[in-house]
């Protein structure tokens, strides 16, 4: 796990320019509204963390990311803070909120079918580029500004005994179990993915590289396997639970009506997983992200 005095000091370098987003409760657990974070997810924290790592000279040359949509969102958000320039590879596939958030944040977009950013990214093709990469999910510095979230749940939750959180890449899952689990390692952590797309269930049961073909709601998870990820995670987590697709879009709306928050599909994973536990531990489910495309909104709702 990443030790907790860099987790410490990756959330204390974000810390200005991030939200200590709230809780609110629901039955049987709190939610961390992460979603409502500059640019409408927890990515925020993990690319600030890592940019004000960089040394300034490299910063100046600007950023550069690989993402589904949120990572490229926060690393425009982040780029344009800091006065530099971003351009993002993204999907062609991603959602219209996603890409043309990024436009508006400054950035440029560049979009791939999914195989070939796939392949640019194991290749490590962003090495030949001029500006600093910023992996979307791996980077320690970005999963040690993700921490920020496990360390405001310990102060604002002091009997907190049980976190649920949406897994992609895993980086999100990976710094709240460092900072919770660096400080009381008897919180147990669950990682939620979908029924379309459940990367590490089948990652763990293979022995390692798996390539299923996404078909989710959940976009925001559907970051390829990454070898750096796979023991980490297996240390870090503590129980999977897998999420039907007709659940999860039941719990978008379902999540609107009862709680008054908008969450895209990766989003609404943890809160459309809290029915499949046991109740009674002091649980908070992190709400990751709210970028859903208006038109799937529409649609789930009506």
């Known amino acids: 796990m990443i030790p907790i005095d860099r987790v410490r000091a990756a959330a204390e370098r974000a810390r200005p320019h991030v939200l200590r987003s709230p ?50 969102q926060a690393c425009a958000y982040v780029a344009r803070q800091l006065g530099v320039p971003c351009r993002v590879f993204m999907y062609d596939t991603a959602p219209p909120p996603k890409s043309d958030g990024v436009r508006r944040l400054g950035g440029t977009v560049i979009g791939m079918p999914r195989d070939e950013l796939i392949e ?41 005994e049980r976190v649920v959180v949406p897994v992609g890449g895993g980086g999100l899952i990976s710094g709240i179990a460092s900072a919770l689990k660096g ?10 993915q979908s029924d379309g797309y459940p990367l590490w269930q089948l990652a763990f ?72 536990l046991q109740p009674g531990p002091t649980t908070v489910a992190v709400v990751s992200g709210g970028n859903i495309d208006p038109t799937l909104l529409a649609t789930l709702l009506s």
């Open 23 to 72: 809780l609110i409760p629901v039955e049987g657990a709190q939610l961390k509204l992460e979603c409502l974070q500059p640019t409408g997810s927890f990515k925020v924290r993990g690319f600030f963390s890592a940019a004000l790592a960089l040394p300034p000279d490299r910063l100046r040359r600007g950023l550069i990311t690989v993402s589904a949509g949120n990572a490229a």
């Open 183 to 192: 400080i009381h390692p008897d919180v147990e952590v669950v990682g939620v």
């Open 120 to 160: 640019w990214m194991t290749s490590e093709q962003w090495r030949n580029e001029p500006e600093a990469f910023i992996h979307g999910f791996a980077d320690p510095d970005v999963i040690a500004g993700h921490g920020g979230i496990g360390l405001e749940l310990l102060e604002d939750v002091p009997n907190l």
């Open 205 to 276: 049961e293979s022995g390692g590289a798996v390539a299923p073909k996404p078909d989710t709601i959940a976009d925001g998870t559907t970051a390829p396997f990454d070898p750096r990820m796979f023991e980490l995670l297996k240390e870090c987590v503590d129980r999977w639970l897998i999420v039907s697709e007709p659940r999860l879009k039941a719990a978008i709306p379902e999540i609107a009506a009862t709680a008054k928050v908008v969450a895209e599909g990766a989003g609404a994973l943890a809160y459309a997983a809290l029915e499949q």
